[in-house]
């Protein structure tokens, strides 16, 4: 239960870290405070548009100041879209880099490609190292070392037993969810 709590608040954190990276991105800053900036002025200039004009030509004025942020908006999420997508294809360009220069790095790319192997190399210890656990673990499962007895008086009784445990599993069930709304909050 530990473990399934410990994965939806990792999660959850992990949600949570890309939302304050991207909330955190420059572009995006810059776009916020843009935005933020020309409501002010927006405000501004309502204010003296409602002193010499006609209710209509103020509502027109607001109205395509909000259709005019709405778009700001959008089009800084799709430029945020396409710095994401821009990284992605620099890691392949890179990646393609590497397959293909591997054996005889050049120049600058020499250190660079040193630090692939190393970090190559660790990955490569540690699953085999995973792989020596998971087969030790299976050996070990071959010989139960665990025996579990039910024993319920009547069937009614191991019937009641197993609706408190369902009740108290969902009970752990919704205070994590609880959690994870409040998390995302």
Same mark, same amino acid.
């Given at each position: 239960?530990?473990?399934?709590?410990?994965?939806?608040?990792?999660?959850?954190?992990?949600?949570?870290?890309?939302?304050?990276?991207?909330?955190? +991105?420059?572009?995006?800053?810059?776009?916020?405070?843009? !935005?933020?900036?020309?409501?002010?002025?927006?405000?501004?200039? %309502?204010?003296?548009?409602? =002193?010499?004009?006609? !209710?209509?030509?103020?509502?027109?004025?607001?109205? +395509?100041?909000?259709?005019?942020?709405? @778009?700001?908006?959008?089009?800084?999420?799709?430029? +945020?879209?396409?710095?994401?997508?821009?990284? @992605? !294809?620099?890691?392949?360009?890179?990646?393609?880099?590497?397959?293909?220069?591997?054996?005889?790095?050049?120049?600058?790319?020499?250190?660079?490609?040193?630090? %692939? *192997?190393?970090?190559?190399? @660790?990955? =490569?210890? +540690?699953?085999?190292?995973? *792989?020596?656990?998971?087969?030790?673990?299976?050996?070990?499962?071959?010989?139960?070392?665990?025996?579990?007895?039910?024993?319920?008086?009547?069937?009614?009784?191991?019937?009641? *037993?197993?609706?408190?445990?369902?009740?108290?599993?969902?009970?752990?069930?919704?205070?994590?969810?609880? *959690?994870?709304?409040?998390?995302?909050?």
């Amino acid at each position: 239960m530990a473990d399934y709590k410990d994965i939806i608040t990792g999660t959850i954190s992990n949600i949570m870290g890309k939302v304050k990276e991207v909330a955190e +991105n420059p572009s995006v800053k810059d776009a916020v405070g843009k !935005v933020k900036a020309a409501a002010e002025d927006t405000v501004g200039k %309502v204010k003296e548009a409602a =002193e010499g004009s006609t !209710v209509k030509e103020v509502y027109d004025q607001g109205a +395509n100041r909000v259709k005019s942020y709405g @778009r700001i908006a959008k089009l800084s999420l799709e430029m +945020n879209g396409d710095y994401e997508e821009l990284k @992605r !294809v620099y890691t392949e360009i890179g990646k393609l880099c590497y397959d293909q220069f591997k054996d005889a790095p050049e120049g600058f790319f020499a250190p660079l490609f040193a630090q %692939v *192997e190393e970090i190559s190399a @660790r990955i =490569e210890r +540690n699953e085999a190292e995973i *792989e020596a656990m998971k087969a030790e673990t299976a050996c070990h499962q071959e010989e139960p070392d665990i025996s579990v007895e039910i024993v319920a008086d009547s069937v009614e009784d191991a019937a009641e *037993e197993y609706k408190a445990a369902a009740e108290e599993f969902q009970s752990v069930v919704d205070a994590t969810e609880t *959690e994870g709304s409040a998390t995302e909050e």
